[in-house]
């Protein structure tokens, strides 16, 4: 298992590296939270004290730039691609494969996030410098955001696998992707820290997987979460990710049966 596992990473990071002049193209694309950042910057420059709602100018540029870092960690595209195989046909050779065909997307994605890591870094110093931006120096942050980090990516990577997999039923499954990355940017913290939102969304938003995939880790790196926080978001990630396993599970089952292209 570890041989296949070795091979099969070596395999899809070979693959990634080929696009490593589009993985920063993407990474440049997804800049929606350093919009926000000067949004915000400038609307805290305005008010009174300086601060909104405890945050002021620097603190905003820190979490901002700490929500475009972990965001370039959960990136998920499974769900295109699912999309595509199924209604071309050319998930057929997949199934011939003796090993899920979800496990060489899973690793793909992996291995993208080592050809990313180096210019993500580089541009995250870039921008922190320009902003003003200042990460915590709590040393037990980063390495507990990077467990959520990962926690999240398996719960995102699952849920729109399974939303892929609704192309076995209907002519395009990428607009409950669109609709799910909706939920995901919103309570994610995408736009705002969840703190500015409603009472009532923060209490539907808290007991959902998403403010704990990209704004809690982004509030740990800003220095804005505590330890314990960090210890229930990550029990709620971790129960979302084993019902996200056998939704993925039961759909996929279903799914094969439904499937009917030439060679299925």
Same mark, same amino acid.
């Given at each position: 298992?570890?041989?296949?596992?070795?091979?099969?990473?070596?395999?899809?990071?070979?693959? &990634?590296?080929?696009?490593?002049?589009?993985? *920063?193209?993407?990474?440049? @694309?997804?800049?929606?939270?350093?919009?926000?950042?000067?949004?915000?910057?400038?609307?805290?420059?305005?008010?009174? %004290?300086?601060?909104?709602?405890?945050?002021?100018? @620097?603190?905003?540029?820190?979490?901002?730039?700490?929500?475009?870092?972990?965001?370039?960690? =959960?990136?998920?595209?499974?769900?295109?691609?699912?999309?595509?195989?199924?209604?071309?046909?050319?998930?057929?050779?997949?199934?011939?494969?003796?090993?899920?065909?979800?496990?060489?997307?899973?690793?793909?994605?992996?291995?993208?996030?080592?050809?990313?890591?180096?210019? &993500? /870094?580089? /541009?995250?110093?870039?921008?922190?410098?320009?902003?003003?931006?200042?990460?915590?120096?709590?040393?037990?942050?980063?390495?507990?955001?990077?467990?959520?980090?990962? =926690?999240?990516?398996?719960?995102?990577?699952?849920?729109?696998?399974?939303?892929?997999?609704?192309?076995?039923?209907?002519? @395009? @499954?990428?607009?409950?992707?669109?609709?799910?990355?909706?939920?995901?940017?919103?309570?994610? %913290?995408?736009? !705002?820290?969840? !703190?500015?939102?409603?009472?009532?969304?923060?209490?539907?938003?808290?007991?959902?997987?998403?403010?704990? &995939?990209?704004?809690?880790?982004?509030?740990?790196?800003?220095?804005?979460?505590?330890?314990?926080?960090?210890?229930?978001?990550?029990? *709620?990630?971790?129960?979302?990710?084993?019902?996200?396993?056998?939704?993925?599970?039961?759909?996929?089952?279903?799914?094969?049966?439904?499937?009917?292209?030439?060679?299925?």
């Amino acid at each position: 298992m570890i041989r296949k596992t070795r091979v099969l990473f070596a395999t899809r990071f070979a693959e &990634m590296a080929e696009y490593r002049a589009e993985v *920063i193209i993407w990474m440049l @694309s997804g800049t929606i939270s350093l919009v926000m950042m000067l949004v915000w910057m400038a609307q805290a420059a305005a008010a009174p %004290g300086g601060q909104i709602g405890g945050y002021d100018g @620097s603190e905003f540029a820190t979490y901002f730039l700490s929500v475009w870092l972990v965001g370039q960690l =959960l990136v998920v595209w499974v769900g295109w691609e699912l999309d595509f195989m199924i209604r071309q046909g050319t998930l057929s050779p997949r199934l011939l494969c003796p090993m899920d065909p979800m496990w060489a997307e899973y690793a793909a994605h992996v291995a993208e996030r080592f050809v990313r890591i180096g210019p &993500m /870094l580089v /541009l995250l110093a870039i921008f922190a410098w320009l902003s003003g931006a200042s990460f915590t120096r709590e040393w037990w942050a980063y390495p507990v955001a990077l467990g959520l980090c990962i =926690l999240g990516f398996t719960c995102r990577f699952l849920y729109e696998y399974s939303l892929g997999l609704l192309a076995f039923w209907t002519e @395009s @499954s990428t607009a409950f992707s669109e609709v799910a990355w909706l939920l995901y940017a919103a309570l994610g %913290g995408l736009f !705002a820290p969840l !703190a500015f939102y409603p009472q009532w969304v923060q209490n539907i938003a808290v007991w959902t997987p998403f403010p704990y &995939m990209l704004g809690l880790p982004a509030q740990l790196l800003a220095g804005k979460a505590t330890l314990g926080q960090a210890g229930f978001g990550a029990l *709620i990630l971790f129960g979302w990710v084993v019902l996200f396993w056998f939704v993925r599970l039961a759909v996929w089952r279903l799914g094969l049966k439904k499937y009917g292209a030439v060679g299925a």
